[in-house]
């Protein structure tokens, strides 16, 4: 008896399908894993590293700024 062929049909005969079966899975598992990690973190804040930006601009003569020639 002999592995009906549904999703994959190359040169790799029933080794095809367990192939894409277990790339199928192995993508279920890292988006259940993201999933289930994403809903642990819940609200908080993740970037808590980046400085807030600041509403004032800063000014001419900083040194961050200057003109080009």
């Known amino acids: 008896m002999t592995l ?4 994959a ?3 790799l ?7 894409f ?5 192995v993508f279920l598992v890292i988006m259940g ?6 809903r ?3 609200d908080r804040d ?3 590293d980046e400085p807030a930006a ?5 000014a001419d003569d900083s040194p961050d700024r200057f003109t080009l020639q």
Not at 4 to 7: A, G, V, Y
Not at 33 to 38: F, L, P, Q
Request: no cysteine; net charge negative.
């Open 21 to 25: 079966l277990s790339v199928f899975v």
């Open 33 to 38: 894993i993201a999933w289930v990690r994403s």
């Open 40 to 42: 642990v973190i819940g």
């Open 46 to 48: 993740v970037d808590d």
């Open 9 to 11: 049909h190359g040169a």
């Open 13 to 19: 005969g029933p080794w095809d399908e367990i192939i």
């Open 4 to 7: 009906p062929i549904f999703l």
């Open 54 to 58: 600041s509403s004032e601009a800063p």
